[in-house]
């Protein structure tokens, strides 16, 4: 089985950013397409943004024009690069990577955005 493992989180202020981290050991890391989900507490997972293995993106509207989501198949790792962060973007990060009808999770990473 794939292992997914996200880093990079943390606590920060309003308006600043992260960088987060997905580093896989497959080695289909090429052929997955891949993703971030974020959870906050009391709300449902919802998608954050997706990259296939072509370099296609969708993002959440809620993060459009202040997330970017990117990969480097070379590394096996994908990144999330967050700008202008806010509370609202408080939340359990979450990476996956999938290849035909298998998914798998990384354990999540906590970002916390807070004055």
């Known amino acids: 089985q794939v292992q997914m493992a996200e880093s990079g989180g943390g606590l920060v202020q309003p308006g600043e950013s992260l960088l987060l981290s997905c580093e896989s050991d497959?080695?289909?890391?090429?052929?997955?397409?891949l993703g971030w989900h974020r959870q906050a507490p009391g709300r449902e997972r919802e998608m954050v943004a997706s990259?296939?293995?072509?370099?296609?993106?969708i993002y959440a509207d809620s993060v459009k024009g202040r997330f970017t989501i990117s990969r480097d198949n070379a590394k096996n790792t994908m990144y999330l690069q967050m700008n202008s962060l806010e509370p609202e973007d408080t939340a359990v990060y979450y990476c996956y990577g999938k290849y035909l009808l298998q998914t798998n999770w990384g354990p999540g990473t906590q970002v916390t955005v807070s004055s």
């Open positions: 497959g080695v289909i890391f090429h052929l997955m397409h």
């Open positions: 990259i296939t293995a072509g370099g296609s993106i």
